[in-house]
């Protein structure tokens, strides 16, 4: 049994403050504006990592479900479009399409066993799961093995647009990255993200009231799967490989980590945990200290001392100063 | 030669003794994660973590202080042990009155630490460790062919189990602790210090792992990964066990690793993932698992 009320979640108001409202549409400004300064690639890299990141918190923030597996969606969804781009040869939105595709069916599967278990078995549960598919990529012959699937070109989105350029990938990125955000705020705050944070806050509360509750959650995770899906799809193509890393366990670790570390159960902290956590990888990655390491250093500070997560904390500094 | 089903004896023998060998690892790691989780409610992430270190911690003894192995197999779980009775006092005391999540959290986080640290400092790349020099020979019958060594792995394993069942279920301060696992206040009223009996446990259920980890030494390489690798493996088989009881867990892992060992012999290919295949038809037939009762 989970105790949801112990977790320290964000309440987020439903109607966006007019300061957010304002936030949001510097940040998509700032979006457009960045690649003259920063390296598109990397502007890409973090944008995959936050959807990522963004779509595990769906679940976790809202659904109050700690999954152990989700680099099984992100790297199932990124074998499969790598196979639909140099195999089939479709052009890049099929090839996405079939990534998440990959991933729903891989979410309903995993989803209809790991809802049967609550709490720390659910999350034992899908990291068992996720260890099986990634035995399963290492065998089969469609992802070669070590090697992975690579040597494949981007191809022209919609049969028109050439995406070898990266200033015209990065504006496909940047659209999917918005609309898939905002998708994720929606379902969040409509009738079906509220009966789902009504399941965390009291699973037995939302039983009698007539909720099927298993249902709720395995929605919850098809459509965190999906997202995780997309994500993968995009790193697929922005990198034009798919290998076994993303199938790993340790890809599943550092997405809870981005979450934990940006804030459970808020549309922000994911992206600024994501931006952190692959920043760092990417410093230390120059430095030669130990990147796993780092991590699960960061990991045990974050329990430790702020389970909030940055945004989390910022946002209780800010209530707490409003009522005195 | 002696045939069953269209396989040699010797060979599904073999096969049922390495079956028999990886059961009695998986049987003594789910044994110490159900020993923590009953009174802790803790689900510790870091018990392969504890299992590589005390594997490397018998290689170091060797390496460093010239211990031979029966020295390692005294002085590595010794050593793991109060590097875990460490974590408990100073980090993991803190989070037991919050989300069982955040011990897994937690866990999983000195399970990366350890790891990166080991790999870091020793690199990716196995140590040989040797078995003693009187348990190198090879037993031979006709039925069976078993290197002594292993025979020993798996007798030591089943003393060990039953060492630990007999502890909790037949002295007193195994039953302080059946007590403190159904209400700790309780028993806390009564004058047993259950912060100590807390810290106590969970090194106890670390210096299993790291028996397990001197007995694994000799027979799988001494490498940073060996640990992560097994506990997703004994995550399963807790999945299907239910953490629930003592004996539950160490039936359930032996089994599984008999099971995996035949499964070598008549499909290989689904070697590797045949624990997590049972794993999901025990989620279908019976959720709260074998012996499990749900928390």
Redesign the interface.
């Known amino acids: ?4 009320e ?2 320290e979640t964000v309440a987020e108001t439903t109607r966006p403050h007019r300061l957010q409202r304002v936030l949001v549409l510097v940040l998509i400004a700032a979006l457009m504006v960045l690649p003259l300064w920063v390296y598109p690639v990397l502007l890409m890299k973090l944008m995959c990592f936050a959807l990522f990141a963004s779509a595990f918190n769906l679940l976790l923030g809202y659904g109050g479900l ?1 999954s152990f597996g989700h680099a099984a969606f992100f790297g199932g969804s990124a074998y499969a479009t790598a196979h639909a781009l140099k195999v089939w040869e479709v052009t890049p939105e099929l090839a996405i399409l079939a990534g998440v595709g990959a991933a729903l069916v891989l979410g309903l599967a995993m989803g209809l ?2 809802v ?6 659910f ?3 899908t ?3 996720a ?2 598919f990634y ?2 990529c290492l ?1 089969a012959p469609f992802t070669h093995g070590e090697d992975g699937i690579q040597g494949f070109s981007r191809g022209r989105l919609f049969g028109l647009i050439d995406l070898s350029d990266s200033t015209v990938l990065y504006y496909v990125f940047a659209v999917v990255f918005v609309a898939s955000i905002f998708a994720i705020w929606r379902i969040v705050h409509s009738p079906y993200g509220m009966i789902l944070q009504a399941i965390r806050e009291n699973e037995q509360r939302a039983i009698s009231l007539g909720y099927s509750v298993q249902r709720y959650k395995l929605g919850a995770f098809v459509l965190s799967a999906g997202f995780a899906g997309l994500a993968g799809g995009l790193k697929a193509l922005l990198f034009q490989f798919a290998t076994l890393t993303d199938v790993n ?1 340790h890809m599943s ?1 550092e997405v ?1 980590l981005m979450t ?1 570390l940006g804030g459970i159960g808020s549309i922000a902290g994911p992206i600024v945990g994501a931006g952190l956590v692959v920043t760092l990888q990417n410093y230390l990655a120059t430095t030669g200290f ?11 500070v ?3 001392l702020f ?1 909030r997560g940055i945004v989390g904390e910022f946002r209780h500094r800010l209530a707490v100063r409003r009522k005195p | 030669m002696t045939m069953i089903f269209g396989v040699p004896l010797v060979v599904l023998t073999g096969q049922l003794l390495i079956g028999l060998i990886n059961g009695s690892f998986y049987a003594l790691l789910s044994l110490g994660l159900a020993v923590i989780f009953g009174l802790l409610r803790v ?1 510790n992430f870091a018990h392969g973590a504890f299992y590589m270190l005390g594997a490397f911690t018998a290689w170091m003894l060797g390496q460093y202080l010239g211990l031979g192995y029966w020295g390692a197999l005294v002085l590595a779980p010794v050593i793991v042990g109060l590097v875990g009775a460490l974590v408990e006092r100073t ?1 993991l005391r ?2 037991y ?6 011990g ?3 866990t ?10 080991f ?2 400092f020793f690199g990716s790349s196995g140590k040989p460790f040797s078995a003693p020099a009187e348990m190198k020979g090879i037993l031979r019958t006709d039925f069976v062919t078993v290197p002594i060594y292993r025979g020993w792995v798996v007798v030591a394993s089943l003393v060990v189990c039953f060492g630990t069942w007999a502890l909790i279920e037949k002295t007193k301060i195994g039953s302080y602790l059946r007590a403190a696992t159904e209400d700790s206040t309780l028993v806390q009223a009564f004058g047993v210090n259950v912060p100590l009996l807390l810290t106590l446990t969970y090194a106890f259920g670390c210096a299993l792992a790291g028996i397990a980890g001197v007995l694994a030494a000799p027979i799988f390489q001494v490498s940073p990964t060996m640990g ?1 690798n097994m506990i ?1 493996i004994i ?2 088989v ?2 299907v066990g239910g953490m629930g009881s003592i004996l539950g867990a160490i039936a359930t892992g032996y089994l599984l690793g008999i099971v995996e060992g035949l499964t070598k012999v008549f499909y290989p ?1 689904a070697a ?2 045949v624990i ?2 049972i ?2 038809a025990v ?2 037939v019976r ?1 709260a698992g074998l012996f499990g009762k ?2």
Not at chain 1, 116 to 121: L, S
Not at chain 1, 290 to 300: C, D, E, K, R, S
């Open positions: 049994m989970i105790e949801a112990e977790f700690l066993l790991a049967r278990r609550q709490g720390i078995y999350a034992m549960v990291l068992a799961l260890q099986m035995f399963f065998q366990w670790g809870i934990l130990p990147v796993t390491t780092a991590l699960g250093a960061t990991f045990i974050c329990v430790l389970r | 689900v980090m803190r989070l009155d919050l989300d069982h999540l955040y897994l959290l937690f999983f986080g000195l399970a990366l630490l350890l790891e990166g640290l790999q870091h992560s997703i995550f399963a807790v999945v290919e590797n993932i997590f295949v794993m999901a989620l279908m959720p749900e928390y």
